[in-house]
Structure formats: C-alpha cells, structure tokens
C-alpha cells in the first residue's frame, strides 16, 4: 500500500479525470468536502482544478452527527449538505462540483435540484488515491454504458439466474433506468470515479424470487467478502425470508434488524457491472478505511443486487446493502446479456 501523500502522478491523474469532464479555463468549480473527507482527494482535486486554471473553490462542511444505530457505509447518499440553502446556492452558481463528501451526492436529497441548475457534478468515492489512479475514467466505456441502459429501458422483464440458487424476476416496465460510465461532461450530469455501471430503481411491487449469495459474493455495507451462504426469499420488493448456516447470515439479519425500519428489508436499486478493468478480487488488498468499494460495484458482470431506498417507490431508509454477485445470469426479456458473470460480447 502507498502512502496517502501528495503524489504529483495523482495531480496528472485527477487532471486529466476533469479534463474528460470537459473542466475548462476559468470555470467556476467547487470542491464539495466534509471535515472528514479524505484529505489528499480534496487537495488533489484542488490542485488539478488549478493547474487546468479552472475559477475552483472549497465548500468544507463539517461531517454531519451519527444518527443510525449502527455504522452507515458506501451508500452513496450523503447527508452532509442537510439541505443548507447556501450550500446549495453555492453549488448551482459554479458550473462543475467535484463531490469529495465521503458517501457522496449520488441519492442524496439535494441531488435534483443541484443538477436541474444545469451544474454538473462528478463524485470522486472515498477510495485510496492508488485505486483511482489504476481505474481512471476511460472514455471508451460511455458508449457501452449507454448500451446497456438503452437495453435495460427497452426491457419488460429482467430474469436472474445462477448455479447457486438465484432465480429473480424484475419487472422492468416503468423503472428508473441509469448508469455510471466515469465521466460527468454533460450539463446537469452526475457521475462518479471509478464507474461503469448500468443500474435502474423498478417501480414498486416488481421485484420476486430468490437471491443467493454465496462464497466470494461481497457485502459493500462490510466491506467484506461472503464465506458462506446466504439465501434471501424476496415478495414484491420485500425481503421476507433472510438465513444462511454462517455468520455471514447473522450479521446481515443483524444490521437489517438494528434499523427497526420495515423499509430497510425492501428492495433498492437493482443492475450489473460494467468496467472491464475493475476487479473482483482486489478488496482484499485494502484496508477497510482504505476503499469505499466503488470498484466492486462496477467489476464487469457482476450482478449489483441491492437493499434500502427507492425513492421512485417512495421508500426511504438511511439502510443500505449493496451486495455484487460474480457467475449470475442476467436475461432482458430472454435475451442474456451477462452470462454467468461474464458480459455478452456486444458490452464487453
Ligand atoms: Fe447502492
């Protein structure tokens, strides 16, 4: 592991990240941070801001009291702003906003009104600057990206399928289709770094079946990877059924239980990874306050199965599971388009 200092490699490397987001010469640009944001993103962030000669500019918010019963982690909804309306003003006068919050802006509350200022917002995730730097944003990947959400919008059913048991039916008809291909260069766009990710919220009651997860499957809440089973039984939207013969089960039954909110069982955003270079197996390698995990969600073929809100169900719950899956398949009205854990060619 290296060290978290200032490397100047990291200054090229977050300079060309806002270069791909089309950051340019005397662009008012903000630099959205909490006190206990990662130190050396934030500087970074500053110091390829200026070197790109961009109008940049801190907004340092100090990190918000803990209100859930256990620890809230990588759910990409921060409560930080907690809806301050100079913040906010702040964020719809500059034109660019590198999100440095530590779970940063994606699901949070104030996200649609930051972006409908046209403002575009590219969210840095809390990793160690060695991850970034081994998964900059590639602009190859936006096309593909693209692909798939245009495949997953034009889709009525969704059907996921593995050797272990998994057998999901989504209803795709009116879900809130997205993706994250590393790059946020459009007006009113957020994206985030590491991407590539199709990913989509169903309208309510259109989730059933059975989830699966077994060893080398991934808890991003824990940070951890599953060494035993874990069977979910799932009625329209709502885990009703969670058991498994390990801890793995337990701790997962134990989380959900401290919430005591009947809206932390159901189901949140559902979709499949999409970055080649992003890889399973490297969470092993990091400290936990090392990696927010980012890369696990995008690793190509994946299946990215999660729990909590759903705002376009009217769910809402600080809870949150994202849980990726290697070796499912993943079928849009019959037509397979990750084959146990593998994207089809036409993705790749
Ligand atoms: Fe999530």
């Known amino acids: 592991m290296h060290g978290d200092v200032i490397e100047g490699k990291w200054i090229d490397c977050f300079t060309r990240a806002f270069e791909l987001c089309k950051v340019r010469e005397g662009e008012v640009a903000a630099i959205v941070s909490e006190t206990q944001s990662r130190r050396v993103l934030v500087k970074l962030a500053e110091l390829a801001l200026l070197r790109l000669k961009a109008q940049a500019f801190h907004i340092v918010i100090p990190t918000p009291p803990v209100s859930a019963p256990v620890p809230v982690r990588s759910t990409g909804h921060s409560v930080a702003i907690g809806q301050n309306p100079a913040i906010i003003k702040a964020l719809t006068t500059a034109t660019f906003v590198a999100d440095l919050t530590i779970e940063g802006l994606l699901h949070s509350i104030e996200r649609p009104e930051i972006l409908a200022s046209g403002t575009r917002v590219f969210m840095i995730s809390n990793e160690h600057p060695e991850s970034l730097e081994r998964l900059m944003p590639d602009p190859a990947l936006k096309p593909k990206v693209l692909k798939g959400v245009a495949m997953a919008k034009q889709a009525k059913k969704m059907r996921v399928t593995s050797a272990a048991g998994t057998d999901l039916h989504i209803d795709m008809e009116g879900a809130n289709v997205g993706g994250g291909c590393g790059i946020s260069d459009e007006k009113s766009q957020i994206d985030y770094w590491p991407g590539g990710l199709c990913a989509f919220y169903p309208r309510p009651g259109?989730?059933?079946?059975?989830?699966?997860?077994?060893?080398?499957?991934?808890?991003?809440?824990?940070?951890?990877?599953?060494?035993?089973?874990?069977?979910?039984?799932?009625?329209?939207?709502?885990?009703?059924?969670?058991?498994?013969?390990?801890?793995?089960?337990?701790?997962?039954?134990?989380?959900?239980?401290?919430?005591?909110?009947?809206?932390?069982?159901?189901?949140?955003?559902?979709?499949?990874?999409?970055?080649?270079?992003?890889?399973?197996?490297?969470?092993?390698?990091?400290?936990?306050?090392?990696?927010?995990?980012?890369?696990?969600?995008?690793?190509?073929?994946?299946?990215?199965?999660?729990?909590?809100?759903n705002r376009f169900a009217n769910r809402f719950t600080e809870a949150h599971f994202d849980l990726p899956m290697r070796n499912c398949t993943i079928e849009l009205d019959g037509q397979i388009v990750v084959e146990k854990g593998n994207l089809i060619p036409e993705l790749a």
């Open 206 to 309: 259109g989730v059933t079946g059975t989830v699966v997860m077994v060893a080398g499957d991934i808890n991003l809440t824990f940070k951890r990877y599953l060494s035993d089973p874990v069977h979910m039984q799932i009625e329209r939207d709502c885990i009703t059924e969670i058991h498994g013969p390990g801890m793995d089960a337990d701790l997962m039954k134990s989380y959900f239980a401290a919430w005591q909110d009947p809206n932390a069982y159901y189901t949140s955003h559902l979709g499949w990874g999409m970055n080649p270079r992003a890889r399973w197996d490297t969470l092993v390698m990091f400290d936990r306050n090392d990696t927010n995990g980012t890369e696990q969600r995008a690793f190509a073929g994946n299946f990215l199965f999660s729990t909590g809100s």
